[in-house]
């Protein structure tokens, strides 16, 4: 359990991170942290080929080779009962089955783990793992998107069907017509922490997992439905992660694996994945190809709007992700169609990645956007406003808040938009073509359910608990600023705890949704406190004996009359007054009806200046403006941190992310840090976080929209039309690498 | 892991003495590129023979030549007030390589002598005639972007990734060995190699030769000089395509000039030529965009790689222009 207690000073009003001294002084404690009496290591040994059968597995050598334990593959693995009947233990996100590990011969996807070795020292584990002789029946493969569209299908379900707004493919009897098709590579998350999973078993109906996952839940669930345990016998932890983008967001194979190498050799194991294996067994945003057709009239008012995608998933699962979704919400047009299809391939599964299918699918349609921004000269921020989608247009109601408008003022002002002379290739600084560009977004703002359990101590703390993981954004520093404001405590009393799945449920962290599920919670607990802390206040022979509740004040540990402040009652009396040593509640909090009356998003735009040199084609950006709407923004430093840190993936997926695979043998060719490349420090410019910071009315009782995700929904785009801007190229392959703008 | 012996040296005579006695062996320096290599099991030493304590690490004036140590650190040259004053190119060159953190580590010896980045070559599943000598060129029809546009075979395409040798190869440095048959010289130039029919040996070193230090004669070129390397990101990236430039200017005509490019072949890459078309020239881009056509004669894309053509040439013109202010 991570425990999160500020320690700053007297606060303004955005706290500093609660954990930030354990951060920067190497005190937090990560999943590859753990080092338990008697710790063993495991390492997966992985499939050289796509496509096959394993026709034999010779483990002599790799046994007696020094400090080997055991070695797990098909051949002996013990069963693990919740695949045996069907379940669902690795939860799929959509369709299919996920690889069940060490069940049988069948090669999926090279990189598959087909054994795992467990030693004494990590270093002859890794050898042993190199001894492992397998010998395959070798299929050949099908990696490549490209050259097997034709067997693109549209996923199951009723999500994936067409959909069709007016007339189909209106577009075409447009005057103004643009067709235009976009395709963007593998990217990986590569968070900067490898996964890491430590198991251990207490007998035969317990476990204990130590695990890099952005929900204790969710992972919980899945190690219980696999091996069929009791949820109490079944204890993850997640101290702390160091990153994730959604590669934490599913229970993979290799958690299962680790979980049984620790069952069959009864010892703790732990098991950290490689670099190259963060690639191929812990999801990937796939690769997409998308065209967008556009129809609009001669002053810009759209008529028609076409999103095609065809993107990748693997042989045994449908990963399906929103990539044409934007299409039908972004902007007013009478008639949209959007078509989405994926092929099998013969890779793993891809997942989840910041701003998913939005931040795929805006790339394209901010791209085509600006395209036809130019077709119509006009201003391309001036054709959005013109077809600002004043409500929700694919189901007809109002939005619960939206200050796109607004965003896109304030973003213009802050780049000096008025100082971009419309012309492409006209803006030049030496050999350096400057050049602006805007993108913008929306995700959908969500709320879930949560539980918190608030305690209130003899000395007036209050330490609140649930069973999330905080993949980096800050939750237990956002959590005490609500808690701070709506319990009227300051900041310095109040302690968060998370990462541990005994705690009361909370959400697994993604899709933008933990301040407003769990912050709601937060609110809802404070209050509730406060209610049974009203109710102890005002009976017995109490100072406030007979007040009315809702006549209370509380402030910085205080209870007060509204009316005359100096009859004052510190919480910690309140504690006192019950003879026992604190107060609790817990709180189950959730989302109401309001989704029925509302449309809920948040929205974001981003502006960018670049440069691109004429004679290299090294792009370099200069200036980054983001401005969201994200309702009430609850911790100005943590929502500034959040928007950077989308932008600085955007960065990479603008101009440098693209995972390369060989298909002639359907492996990876720069699955490594060194190759693979993330923007460094000096790729990222000064970074303008702007927020518009009104609250939403409806989502939640804070007031507060998701941020996480809209950081990177547009963001690609922005760089591409500025890249467009500068040079009078456009570039419709992401990257954006200088190779393509010399072609 | 493999298990491997590991022994330290402090005489030249005992570094030499051990990696003859022991075919299996190899020197230790910064490690930085022979770890990695190792822990991927492309190299696969028995016996690492750790030079660090050999009194190498010295840059020093002699005469009118500057020797730098085989062991000084690349932080070390790229920060030396000697080098940054007489040998300007040097310390730019070496400053665009790797990471902070990298140079910390990495030793001029060890610099010229790391590996190429071919993935074909790190990766022991796949063919490459470097490492496994008769398997193929992977990199001849699969993910070229990175590789050469001169060879003088289709046996291997891989580049050399050193930025401080494209520095060094343009300074008509020298190379100062010491073997098992005593003490050589090698001009730089001819210090790597193309990989023809040996595209394992990248370089001229015979078996036990250490190199003890490179030595670079004094110029007047350290006026107008430029590195300019070309990459997917601002740092931390291996070349795309790099220049070396360096020019003796008189007014505006080009008394003396040296010329280098990286990221192009199996090694440095002088274009001697290139230099002679332009020395008594006037500094004009009309003359520079000249010498970079000249400067990509004969050269040959494999398909991702095949910008490189104009890439080349464009970033020639373009560190031309920083060097000389004519931009
Ligand atoms: C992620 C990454 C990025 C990098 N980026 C760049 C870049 O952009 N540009 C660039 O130029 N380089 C780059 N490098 C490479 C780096 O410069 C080299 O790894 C480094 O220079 C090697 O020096 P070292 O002392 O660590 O050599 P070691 O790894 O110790 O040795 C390398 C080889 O040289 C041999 N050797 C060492 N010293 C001697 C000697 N005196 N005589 C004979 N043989 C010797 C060793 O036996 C070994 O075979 C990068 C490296 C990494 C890991």
């Known amino acids: ?743 | 892991m493999i298990n491997f012996d590991y022994v330290r040296v402090s005489t030249i005579k005992a570094a030499v003495d051990a990696i003859v006695k022991d075919n299996n062996s190899l020197w230790l320096a910064g490690g930085t590129n022979l770890v990695d290599l190792m822990k991927k099991g492309v190299m696969t030493p028995q016996k690492l023979v750790d030079i660090n304590n050999l009194p190498l690490k010295e840059i020093k004036k002699e005469g009118n030549k500057l020797i730098i140590g085989a062991l000084a650190l690349n932080s070390t040259v790229a920060d030396n007030e000697l080098v940054r004053k007489e040998q300007p190119l040097l310390a730019l060159a070496v400053q665009a390589g790797a990471s902070a953190q990298l140079r910390n580590m990495a030793t001029v010896g060890g610099n010229m002598m790391q590996r190429t980045r071919c993935p074909y070559f790190y990766n022991t599943d796949m063919p490459c005639n470097k490492r496994e000598p008769g398997t193929g060129c992977g990199a001849l029809k699969g993910f070229n972007r990175m590789h050469a546009i001169f060879t003088d075979t289709e046996k291997c395409i891989a580049v050399h990734p050193s930025d401080m040798s494209v520095g060094l190869v343009a300074l008509d440095a020298t190379v100062l060995l010491s073997g098992p048959r005593g003490d050589r010289r090698i001009p730089f130039q001819n210090f790597h190699r193309l990989p023809g029919n040996l595209p394992q040996k990248d370089n001229t070193l015979e078996r036990g030769e250490l190199i003890v230090a490179v030595e670079i004669p004094e110029n007047k070129l350290n006026k107008h000089v430029h590195y300019l390397k070309v990459r997917d990101r601002t740092s931390y990236a291996f070349a795309l395509v790099s220049a070396a430039v360096a020019v003796d200017l008189e007014g505006s005509t080009i008394k003396d000039i040296r010329l280098a490019l990286g990221g192009v072949a199996h090694k440095p890459w002088r274009l001697t030529e290139v230099e002679n078309f332009l020395k008594g020239k006037a500094a004009t881009e009309v003359n520079y965009k000249q010498a970079a056509a000249l400067a990509i004669r004969g050269a040959k894309g494999f398909g991702l790689n095949n910008f490189k053509l104009k890439l080349a040439p464009n970033t020639l013109v373009e560190a031309l222009k920083t060097a000389t202010g004519k931009s």
């Not at chain 1, 394209?364 to 001036?382: F, H, K, R, T």
């Not at chain 1, 695979?661 to 492996?667: I, T, V």
Request: charged residues 20%.
């Open chain 1, 1 to 743: 359990m991570a425990t999160h207690q500020y320690l700053g000073g007297q606060p303004d009003e955005a706290l500093d991170r609660v954990d930030g001294r354990q951060k920067v002084t190497g005190a937090a404690k990560y999943s590859v942290d753990d080092i338990l009496p008697g710790l063993t290591y495991a390492v997966l040994v992985e499939s050289t080929i796509a496509k096959g059968h394993i026709k034999k597995i010779d483990t002599k050598k790799a046994q007696s080779a020094p400090g080997v334990l055991a070695i797990i593959y098909h051949g002996n693995a013990p069963a693990i009962p919740g695949y045996e009947t069907g379940g669902n233990p690795a939860k799929p996100p959509t369709g299919g089955e996920p690889f069940r590990v060490f069940q049988n011969t069948q090669i999926y996807f090279a990189g598959q783990p087909i054994a795992i070795v467990i030693a004494d020292t990590y270093e002859r584990a890794i050898y042993a793992a190199t001894l492992v002789e397998t010998e395959y029946n070798k299929d050949d493969q099908r990696t490549d998107i490209e050259g097997n569209k034709d067997k693109a299908v549209v996923p199951k379900g009723p999500r994936y069907a067409d959909y069709i707004r007016g007339e189909a493919d209106a577009y075409k009897n447009s005057v103004i017509k643009i067709e235009a098709e976009y395709i963007i590579p593998v990217e990986v998350h590569n968070p900067m922490e490898l996964h890491a999973t430590t198991a251990f078993w207490d007998g035969e109906d317990k476990v204990t997992v130590f695990d890099k996952t952005q929900g204790v839940k969710s992972t919980q669930r899945s190690i219980m439905d696999a091996f069929k345990l009791k949820e109490q016998n079944v204890q993850v932890n997640t101290d702390f992660v160091g990153g994730g983008f959604g590669s934490g967001l599913r229970t993979w194979p290799h958690v299962i694996a680790a979980v049984l190498a620790a069952k069959k050799i009864n010892k703790p194991v732990k098991l950290v994945l490689t670099r190259p294996q963060m690639f191929t067994m812990v999801g990937y945003r796939p690769y997409s190809w998308q065209k967008i057709s556009l129809g609009a009239t001669r002053d810009g008012v759209l008529t028609g709007l076409t999103h095609e995608a065809i993107s990748e998933t693997s042989t045994y699962e449908e990963f399906t992700d929103r990539t044409v979704d934007i299409s039908k919400v972004m902007y007013a047009c009478p008639n949209v169609n959007t078509r989405y299809k994926i092929v099998a391939l013969d890779k793993s599964t891809p997942t989840w990645m910041r701003g998913p299918g939005e931040a795929t699918g805006a790339y394209a349609l901010e791209c085509a956007i600006d395209e036809l921004s130019y077709a119509v000269n006009l201003d391309p921020l001036e054709l959005r406003i013109r077809n600002h989608a004043d409500v929700d247009p694919v189901r007809n109601l109002p939005w619960s808040s939206k200050y796109l408008k607004e965003c896109y003022q304030k973003g213009a002002e802050a780049i000096g938009w008025n100082k971009r002379n419309p012309k492409p290739n006209s803006m030049q600084e030496g050999e350096w073509q400057l050049g602006y560009g805007m993108g913008a977004g929306n995700f959908n703002a969500n709320r879930g359910r949560a539980t918190v359990k608030a305690t209130l101590l003899a000395d007036g703390s209050l330490v609140l608990q649930s069973a999330v993981s905080d993949s980096g954004p800050g939750t237990a520093t956002t959590m005490t600023s609500i808690a701070s404001n709506v319990f009227g405590l300051s900041p310095g009393k109040i302690t968060f705890e998370l990462g541990d799945s005994s705690l009361p449920p909370g959400p697994t962290q993604g899709g933008s949704t933990t301040t407003s599920t769990l912050g709601s919670a937060v609110h809802d607990v404070c209050v509730a406190l406060q209610q049974k802390m009203a109710e102890l206040v005002t009976i017995q022979g109490s100072l406030l004996q007979g007040a009315k509740p809702e006549n209370l004040h509380f402030e910085k540990g205080y209870i007060t009359l509204k009316t005359d402040a100096s009859k004052k009652v510190a919480y910690a009396d309140v504690v006192k007054q019950t003879g026992s040593s604190q107060l609790e509640v817990t709180k189950d909090s959730q989302a109401g009806d309001e989704r029925n009356k509302y449309s809920i998003y948040s929205f974001a735009v981003h502006f960018v200046q670049v440069q691109v040199h004429r004679l290299t084609g090294v792009v370099r950006i200069k200036k980054v403006v983001t401005v969201a709407d994200a309702g009430k923004i609850i911790n100005e430093k943590t929502a500034a941190s959040q928007l950077m840190g989308g932008v600085v993936s955007g960065i990479g997926m603008a101009l440098m992310e693209d995972a390369v695979m060989d298909h002639r043998f359907g492996r990876y060719v720069n699955n490594n840090l060194a190759d693979y490349h993330v923007p460094v420090s000096a790729d990222v410019p000064d970074i303008k976080a702007l927020f518009i910071d009104k609250p939403d009315p409806f989502i939640n009782p804070i007031g507060s929209k998701g941020l996480g995700e809209i950081a990177n929904v547009g963001f690609a785009a922005a760089v591409a039309n500025a890249v467009y801007h500068a040079t009078g190229k456009r570039i419709r392959t992401l990257p954006i690498t200088p190779d393509k703008l010399l072609r």
